[in-house]
């Protein structure tokens, strides 16, 4: 709203302006966040469904902050990838997912793969190779163990690049999912070119997709394409049985939802899955 302050002068109150104030207040809080330990990993379980095990997880930053509160993810990313913090953060993520993950490859834990969210900026930057390289080799870690999962959205920004990019991590032998699959708008002739091997539908067709005889539909189109390109296919945000059900039905091969389990903390994980031979 432009307002005359009864100076003839032009003043702007809008919500848009405190939340640009609040945004900087955030990105000023990164650098000493990260150096005070206050993000931490939660990691949200991936269910087999031909296995009907848990075999991998994805990890999830999480942000208390003693000024911010707890700032959602989906708030703080958006935010770090405009600043540039993305980069250091990103760094740090995947230290921590690797750290623990060979603790788990050590304890013979279920979990044998970690997937890291991987945003546009980082991806597309030339530094991502090397800094998965340095951070495989510092945790002696197999890259079998690491995936990376980047959305639709960050490969059609720059397509001929990220081909570059996936290519060869996947020489090192990282794999790679495509996220929230089905809310970008990339071709099949796309699709078809890039060397990934999980394709992750979106929560959005996942939601009705045991009312709803559309979104049923769709999502069975998606399962077949997976097949077609030889994919593994995983569904997201499953919190129901009745969705469980529809997918299996449909060949889907993972899910992952609150129904499996929320994203935890490593050790509440611990307590409740643990180690590969007592399962
Ligand atoms: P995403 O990668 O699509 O992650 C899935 C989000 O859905 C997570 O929210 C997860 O907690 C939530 N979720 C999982 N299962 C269910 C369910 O059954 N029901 C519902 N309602 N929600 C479910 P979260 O952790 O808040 O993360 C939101 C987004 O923030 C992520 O979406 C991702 O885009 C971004 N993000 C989170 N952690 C990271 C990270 O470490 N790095 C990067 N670059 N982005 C991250
Ligand atoms: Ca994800
Ligand atoms: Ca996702
Ligand atoms: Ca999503």
Redesign the pocket.
């Known amino acids: 709203h432009v307002k005359n302050n009864g100076k003839n002068e032009l003043v702007v109150y809008n919500s848009n302006f405190h939340n640009q104030d609040k945004e900087r207040h955030i990105a000023m809080s990164f650098q000493s966040a990260l150096e005070n330990g206050e993000f931490y ?2 990691y ?1 379980p991936k269910f087999n469904l031909h296995t009907g095990k848990i075999d991998s997880a ?5 942000w208390e902050s003693p000024v911010h509160g707890f700032v ?3 708030k703080f ?1 958006p935010i770090a990838e405009k600043n540039g913090f ?1 980069f250091d ?2 760094k740090w ?1 995947l230290n921590e997912a690797c750290r623990q993950m060979k603790i788990w490859q050590h304890d013979h834990h279920l979990i044998e793969r970690i997937a ?4 546009a900026p ?1 991806f597309l930057s030339d530094r991502l190779i090397e800094i998965v390289k340095y951070t495989l080799q510092a945790h002696d870690l197999n890259p079998r163990h690491l995936e990376l ?1 980047i ?1 639709e959205t960050s490969i059609m920004q720059q397509f001929d690049n990220a081909l570059n990019v996936i290519d060869a991590l996947k020489k090192e032998g990282v794999s790679i999912s495509l ?2 699959f089905g809310t970008g708008v990339s071709s099949l002739t796309y699709l078809k070119m890039l060397p990934i091997h999980i394709l992750k539908i ?2 959005s067709f996942i939601d009705d997709v045991h009312t709803s005889y559309e979104d049923k539909a769709l999502v069975e189109m998606i399962i077949q394409l997976a097949k077609l390109f030889d994919l593994t296919v995983i569904a ?4 129901k049985v009745e969705q469980l059900n529809v997918l299996k039905e449909l060949g889907c091969d993972y899910i ?4 499996i389990s ?2 935890e903390r490593a050790e509440v994980l611990n307590a409740h899955y643990g180690r590969r031979e007592y399962k």
């Not at 997201?236 to 919190?239: M, P, T």
């Not at 992952?256 to 129904?259: K, N």
Request: proline content about 5%; glycine content about 6%; hydrophobic content about 40%.
């Open positions: 990993l939660c949200q994805e990890a999830l930053i999480r959602s993810p989906a990313i993305i953060l990103t993520i890291v969210n991987i945003s980082m999962e959305t996220d929230d979106d929560k997201e945000g499953v919190e992952q939802g609150y129904f929320r994203p």
